[in-house]
């Protein structure tokens, strides 16, 4: 595989999975909502829950409360098993609408792509390589480079993303 993609394991139970995100992507759908953090981390004036840019300096482990203590079971406690030797950041839902795409930007660690509502008309790109992020699969992505994902397709695209420091 490439240093920017690599397949970390495969989604165990894949039904399990989407039943448990639809809530989320039917409130994301009729609120337009492009991203829903599942974590957060304390601030002077509240919890930031990542729908947003991270902010440079804060380090992955303090984005640990978790929006409603019921999404830290069933299927996502058994998926976050998988990151007993990293560290793990926010925690989100990503929307990319039919026919959109995101900027070209880098982050500040690696991300974990889930693909949970995808077609290959829904491409990820980082530098000059283009992938499909297949579902059953769980994505290690090379985020720290300049990226971007596509969606030329009819309908939206909805990724689970973990930041990760490895």
């Known amino acids: 595989m490439s ?5 970390i394991s495969n989604v165990e139970n894949q ?4 039943n448990y995100f639809i809530p989320l992507m039917s409130k994301m759908r009729t609120e337009n909502i492009t991203q829903y953090g599942l ?11 990542g729908e947003g840019k991270t902010r440079s300096g804060v380090r992955l482990t303090e984005w640990n409360i978790w929006r409603d203590d019921t999404l830290k079971s069933g299927w996502m406690l058994k ?3 998988l990151f007993t030797d990293c560290d793990i950041g926010r925690i989100r839902i990503m929307r990319l609408g039919a026919r ?8 500040l660690t ?9 077609t290959p008309a ?7 390589e283009s992938r499909y992020l ?3 699969k769980i994505w290690w992505t090379n985020t720290t480079k300049l990226h971007t994902s596509v969606n030329t397709g009819e309908s939206d695209r909805y990724h689970l993303l973990v930041e990760v420091s490895k």
């Open 3 to 7: 240093e920017n993609f690599r397949v």
């Open 15 to 18: 039904a399990e999975m989407v």
């Open 39 to 49: 974590t957060g981390r304390k601030t002077w004036d509240g919890i930031d829950y």
């Open 79 to 81: 998926f976050l098993d």
């Open 100 to 107: 959109t795409c995101f900027s070209l930007h880098k982050d």
């Open 110 to 118: 690696p991300r974990v792509h889930v693909p949970i509502v995808t």
């Open 122 to 128: 829904s491409l990820m790109i980082i530098e000059n």
């Open 134 to 136: 297949e579902r059953g």
